[in-house]
């Protein structure tokens, strides 16, 4: 079991990292994606670092923590369900025990689809490898909204799913013969108790199942009973969230969406984290 596990390696993850270690805790750093700070061409705002471009101040926060041997894993976060004490993390398909859990995965742009919360476990999945099994000689369909997208679908139809691909992108050369391909978006998943199908444009699509292969998925998906505030999670002052163990840190948590912010709740939820871990411990 780790002591705190964080998602996003954005610099409210990585503050979070460091001062996580500092405090003599063990650590593990999920992102999938580059974050929007690498993508800022000058930097002025950040105290001790002026007229520096947001790749190359990344980059140093990455030597900082990689200094620390705090290293950054490639995964995505697709569920995360509280067990006693713990949680058990779910990284597209392999299972860590936290004590503790950091969001930190920077503002939400997921937009979920009408259907999609009420029916997640019941047909809509963000990880083929995580229950492909399940819908083995069924019907799924896999949308493509992520590099892996085309990946995840040729490993479902591998192990014996039909499988319908709905792209606003042409049909990628390498996708299978035997795989379906729909031109469109998914605007809506239908279904009482399970899914039943999807619509697609003007289409309506049975399916048993719906992948949604997003890039990240929307927080209150990964967790059940996080409490938000528009599209931000809700925290107080140590950075807790609605439920106990789990933090959030950074553009997250709302406005304003600044570098300083993050880097600072990064430091203040894993202070807060740490010690609470300590305090389970003395007792």
Known sequence: MVDILIVGAGP????????????????RIFSNRENY?????????????YNISGKELMNKFKEHAEAMNIKIEDGKVVNI???????????????????????AMGISKVKE??????????????????DGMLYRG?????????????????????????????SKNPRPENLNENINYISGTISEIIGSGKVEAIVAGEKKIPADAVFLLRDAVAPTALIDGL???????????????SIDGVYASGDITGKPLQLSKAVSEGL??????????DKIKEN
Request: net charge neutral; hydrophobic share 45%.
């Open 268 to 277: 203040i939820a894993a202070q807060h984290a740490a010690l609470q871990i």
């Open 113 to 130: 689809l009408p259907g999609e919360s009420g029916l997640l476990g019941m047909g809509v999945s963000y990880c083929a490898t995580c």
């Open 12 to 27: 409210a993850g990585l503050s979070a990292a460091v001062n996580a270690v500092i405090r003599g805790k063990t650590v």
């Open 138 to 166: 069924k019907n799924a369909i896999v949308w493509d909204q992520s590099k892996d997208a085309m990946k995840e679908a040729t490993y479902l139809n591998s192990i014996g799913v039909n499988v319908t691909f709905v």
């Open 37 to 49: 700070l690498s993508k800022a061409e000058r930097v002025d705002n950040h105290l001790g670092f």
């Open 227 to 241: 409490k938000t505030e528009g599209n931000f999670i809700a925290v107080n002052r140590n950075m807790e969230t």
């Open 81 to 103: 369900l509280p067990v006693g004490e713990s949680f058990m993390v779910n990284i597209n398909g392999e299972i860590e025990e936290a004590k503790k859990v950091i969001l």
